[in-house]
Structure formats: C-alpha cells, structure tokens
C-alpha cells in the first residue's frame, strides 16, 4: 500500500524528528508517546536509503532548495511532500531491503534526485514501511527555471497511476509478483489511520470467514458420521458408521490424493527450477542496479571534479584577464603605430620617385623600388638596350635599405624601427648619395659579372664546339679576374 501527504513548513520539523527518530530530549520522547506502534528497542534497524544522495540535514537541505526556486511568500505553501510505502506482507523476510531499495529507485527517478529530502525505512512499527519525503518542485513554464508547487505536481492522474506504475517497477526489480494494490488502495488515496482501519477490517473479515469455514465442515462431518458405544467392561469399544456414499467419496478422495500428490511432486521440481532460475535472474537485476548505481556515482564524482576544475580555470582567467587586455592593448597600439609609418614611408618615397622621375610600386612592402643608376649598357638577343647599375631598394617591413649591381647584392643599410627609418633616410632621400658607389674591388667584380651575362646574352652559340669554346674562355677570364682581386 502506498499513501501520499502534504505538508506546510510549520510542520517540517516534527515530520524531519519523526522521520530520523531523534533520541534526544523532549522530540524523542514526544514521537513514543505520539505513536504507541513504535518499539524504540527496534528503532536502530531503520536506515535512509537517501544518506548518499542528500548528505544535509533535513531542514538545512529544504531551505538551501528553496533558495534555489521560485516559491510563493504564503503560509500555506506545501513544501514538503510524504509517501508512505508499506512492505506487502506475503514478501519473504529476506527481500525486504530489495523491495524498499527498488521502490526508492522508482520514486527518486519519477521525482527528482535534486528534490528528494529523505528515505527513511521504519522497521520499528507494526508493519514495515518507508516514508519517501520530497520538495514537489515542477519547471515554471511561464517564467522559466524551476517553481514550488505540489498542485501542479501531484494531480489526480498522478494519483490515479502512482500505484500500478510503483508496482510494475518492484515486480521487474524483483522478479517476483508483489501486490501493492489491495481494497485498501482500490479507492484511491487514503490517509494512514484510513489504511490502517481498511487493513483490521480486512484482518477481521479473513478470520470470520475461517471461522464460518470450520463451523460448516464440522456440521458436515456430523451429519455422515455415526459413533457408537458397544460391549462391557474390558470389552468396551466405539464403532464408527459411515454411509455407503460416504465410503465411496472417501476411497474417491483417497485415489484423487495419490494423484494429486504425484502431480505435487512433478511440479515442485517444476517450481524449484523456476525458483532456480528467478533467483539467477533477480541476481542479474540487482547486479545490473549496483552496477547503474555505481556508474551514477562515477557520473556524479566527474561532474564534481569538472565544477572543480571549471571553477579553477575561471579563476585563473579572472587574474589574468587584466594582463591579457594589458598586452592586447599594447599589439593594437603597435599595430596601429606601424600602419601610421607605413602611409608616412610610402608618402616620402611617393614624393621622391615623382621628383627624380622613377616610378613608384608598393605591392612588395619588402622591395619597395627606390632609385636606379645605369653603369653599362648592352644589346639583348632581342635587339633592345639593357642597362646595367645599381638599383635602390626600401625593405619597410625589415626597416632597411638594401642596394644591388646587376642583379647581385652589394650592401644594406639597418634601422630599429620604420620611424627612424623615415626620419633618418626616406623623408631626406637624396639621388646622388644613395646610388653613389667607390670603385672597390667587390664593385668592380659584380660590375665585371654582369657584363659578362650581357656578352652572353649578345652572342649565342649555335653548335656544341663554340658553346665549348666560349665556356673555356669564360673559365680563362674569371681566373685572370680572380688574380686581378
């Protein structure tokens, strides 16, 4: 049987010291003499299947829950809801903690585990029995997050499906059939006097009609069996006379028990093979639930662990982020700096290639074209005059200005930043210094290997024997160069 109850938080204290049954001062002595079932020599066999999941006392966990949702600033708000679960009394002795157990699960899943306050197991009482307490908290569909209200929570349907719904789930637990729903639980919800008043009346009527069953066989035996007293003395003796139908339906009853105990026989093996086999069965239920449990527990440790973390990680963005703004700030205010220096560089070099008649391009920040002095001309295999000199280039990515001969490297001059740079050298360019150049030996040889290619490119040779004859020559020329160095 199963019974639901809501109460107030005026009445959360005397139900949390009935729950947990406080043996201290003046509540322990109040909940004995309040309920006269309760056998304190038994109250340390009751157990909360709840310790793990809810670890705070009762009523500190009910008012951090209500810190925590939306709840009604009225007296007469349920906060508290208590379903009394009773264990069956066909259930074998040895499965009581798998029935309560199993309901539990059920009622923790249907419920909430966030919600649940409590599960307390009472084996000190009459009958065995659980009081599954709960906050009825439901999702506030009008405003969002979560609200206080057992109206929502506990509605007719709910009540109506509870009992079939709970029995359903301990049967597969269990693999056995258990009857939670009686003529006590038939009408629906009833209070706990009502339940118990439904279980003596039940009681009541099991035992007169055991009583009227005895009555009826004795006037039957009565009527078909005769005694009687013969002889004297020693001899004295009591005869039974039955009828000859009686005999007949006796040896009939006689053969029908033979066989019915031949069929006893057959199906008890029947019945302790299936036995055999629901015990295997009920093993891998509970082996499969402690191994959910388990699972649930891992779950919960790495979601702790993950809160942990997160909150560690937030922590650690929380005193860096000044330091993090500090040096994005400080990449921004250069970035921007160098882009100011890159518009005054190619402003300078605009003005000064305009001035001197050389053409400006930018599209190479790190070969900007600066100023060009011919040195040697040539006529290429196309009939057109080449030029050789020294060409001037800006490297306003690197900050430096680097100089070539005919095509080669000559020199390079550096800066530490772009703004020297422009104040230094592009803002006063000047054509003659900067494509000046010392007839250095290094000078001369750069200007005698550009000439060379030049005579390349002017004579080609046409069969294998000249290409071998000039490459012996040219082999001649640059050891006569090389000594001359």
């Not at 959360?12 to 309760?38: K, L, P, T």
């Not at 009482?125 to 307490?133: K, L, N, S, V």
């Not at 040896?251 to 199906?267: F, G, H, M, V, W």
């Not at 093996?269 to 055999?276: P, T």
């Amino acid at each position: 049987m199963a019974h639901v109850k809501k109460y107030t938080m005026s009445a959360v204290g005397h139900m949390a010291n009935h729950y947990g049954r406080s043996d201290v001062g003046q509540a322990a002595e109040y909940i004995i003499r309040g309920n006269e079932n309760i056998d304190p020599n038994l109250t340390p066999l009751n157990y909360n299947l709840a310790a793990e999941d809810q670890q705070l006392p009762q009523v500190d966990f009910i008012h951090k829950r209500m810190g925590e949702i939306r709840v009604q600033k009225r007296a007469d708000v349920n906060v508290l809801c208590d379903w009394v679960i009773t264990q069956p009394k066909e259930l074998p002795a040895n499965r009581s903690r798998d029935f309560f157990e199993s309901v539990y699960a059920f009622m923790r899943d249907r419920y909430g585990e966030r919600n649940v306050i409590s599960a307390y197991v009472h084996m000190d009482e009459t009958t065995p029995h659980m009081h599954f307490a709960f906050m009825p908290i439901v999702a506030d569909r009008r405003r969002g997050g979560e609200k206080l209200c057992a109206k929502e929570l506990l509605t007719r349907k709910e009540l109506q499906t509870f009992h079939n719904d709970l029995q359903n789930a301990v049967e597969r637990d269990l693999g056995i059939e258990v009857h939670l729903l009686n003529g006590a639980t038939q009408d629906g919800n009833k209070s706990i006097t009502e339940l118990k008043r439904a279980l003596a009346e039940e009681n009541l009527q099991e035992k007169v009609r055991q009583d009227a069953e005895i009555a009826r066989r004795a006037l039957e035996r009565a009527a078909v069996i005769k005694t009687s007293e013969k002889g004297f003395g020693k001899n004295r003796r009591t005869e039974v006379t039955i009828s000859a139908k009686t005999h007949q339906q006796l040896l009939e009853t006689s053969n029908a028990a033979d066989r019915l105990t031949i069929s006893a026989a057959r199906y008890e093996k029947k019945i302790a093979a299936a036995e055999q086999e629901n015990e295997r069965l009920r093993g891998e239920v509970l082996s499969e639930r402690r191994r959910s449990e388990q699972q649930r527990k891992q779950l919960k440790q790495i979601q702790t662990e993950y809160d942990e973390l997160l909150a560690s990680i937030n922590a650690v963005i929380d005193r860096c982020q000044d330091e993090l703004k500090d040096d994005l700030k400080n990449e921004l205010e250069a970035e921007r700096i160098w882009q100011r220096e890159v518009k005054v560089a190619k402003a300078n070099i605009k003005y000064f290639t305009e001035r001197v008649d050389e053409a400006s391009s930018f599209e190479d920040l790190a070969r900007v074209p600066l100023a060009f002095r011919p040195m040697d001309m040539y006529v290429d295999e196309n009939g057109k005059v080449q030029e050789i000199g020294i060409r001037v280039y800006a490297d306003l990515e690197d900050c430096r200005i680097l100089r070539y001969i005919g095509g080669r490297f000559l020199d390079k001059q550096n800066f530490s930043s772009l703004h020297e740079m422009n104040e230094s050298y592009l803002a006063n360019m000047d054509w003659e210094k900067m494509t000046e150049v010392r007839q250095t030996p290094r000078v001369k040889r750069l200007l005698g290997i550009a000439q060379r290619r030049a005579e390349e490119q002017e004579r080609v040779p046409k069969t294998v024997e000249e290409f071998a004859a000039m490459m012996k020559n040219e082999q001649k020329k640059e050891q006569s160069f090389e000594l001359e160095l």
